[in-house]
């Protein structure tokens, strides 16, 4: 808010700007705005949304189950990354192949859950650690005593799939996401070995095989979520047609879900 306003409006010089107006853009959407963002998306609308304003919607509440994966050394700069076809059943994968490659500005991707606010809680392969603490790596975790009993089998999901709940988990979980309004992955990056295409990666496997693009429940609307810029000057025309399919099907976009 310091210096002068900065005014969003029609004048001589400016004549193609929208109707809307303001003469003052520097407070942002405010509340009221996120609010009538939101209002616009659970009364049935579309918002496209990629990186910076992807993270923006996923903070603010509007994509549930959905989160930006964290990252330490990964490093992409302006890259052009392999995706692959996770489900060719939505309208915004029509036309597509098994894969794809996109522009990445900088590398961001995403994780998917089940939950409102993530996986927190749940457990999978990945990090299972011995419970007890008791006996080498190649021993039974068990107390000293008691006869052993196998525990259920840990969930394998993929870096791209939500790790899936138990039926004590899903019990009375205020967080869970009901079946038909969970987060929908259309692509997801390629392993780490073929991630780059062209461009510069360091630290790929950060970023490998998670979601990169995303179609989030909200109300009665959608919001879909982009790593990378679909939509990048003239550079990315491979990609346009993912926003044109989503916009020309905003009221469709549930077609092909086995839950709906």
């Known amino acids: 808010m310091y210096g002068k ?3 969003w409006n029609k004048k001589v010089i400016s004549t193609s700007l929208p109707i809307d107006e303001t003469d003052d853009i520097r407070p942002g959407l405010g509340q009221s705005g996120v609010a009538n963002l939101k209002r616009f998306v659970s009364d049935g ?14 903070d603010v509440g509007l994509a549930p189950g959905v989160s930006v994966t964290p990252t ?13 076809t996770v489900d060719s059943t939505s309208p915004v994968a029509y036309g597509y192949g098994s894969s794809l490659s996109i522009y990445s500005a900088d590398g961001e991707s995403f994780n998917v859950s089940d939950q409102v606010g ?3 809680g749940l457990t999978s392969v990945n990090d299972y650690q011995r419970v007890t603490g008791r006996g080498g790596p190649d021993e039974d975790d068990s107390p000293e005593g008691r006869p052993f009993q196998a ?15 138990n039926e004590d988990q899903a019990r009375n979980n205020y967080f869970l996401i009901p079946q038909a309004d969970r987060p929908r ?13 062209s461009g510069l990666l360091q630290s790929g496997q950060e970023m490998a095989d998670h979601a990169a693009v995303v179609d989030a429940v909200y109300g009665k609307g959608h919001v879909l979520l982009f790593a990378g810029n679909p939509i990048y000057r003239a550079y990315t025309i491979g990609t346009y047609p993912l926003v044109f399919n989503a916009v020309m099907n905003y009221d469709h976009l549930d077609t092909g879900r086995s839950d709906k």
Not at 45 to 58: E, H, P, S
Not at 153 to 165: M, N, Q, T, V
Not at 185 to 197: C, K, M, N, S, T
């Open 72 to 84: 330490h050394d990964l490093k992409v700069v302006g890259s052009i990354l392999k995706t692959y």
């Open 45 to 58: 609308g579309l918002l496209v949304t990629a990186q910076d304003t992807a993270k923006f919607a996923i």
């Open 5 to 7: 306003p900065i005014p």
């Open 151 to 165: 525990p259920p089998a840990l969930p394998s999901p993929k870096p791209w799939e939500p790790i899936p709940l």
């Open 185 to 197: 992955v259309i692509l997801r990056f390629g392993d780490a070995g073929e991630l780059l295409v």
């Open 118 to 120: 993530g996986d927190y």
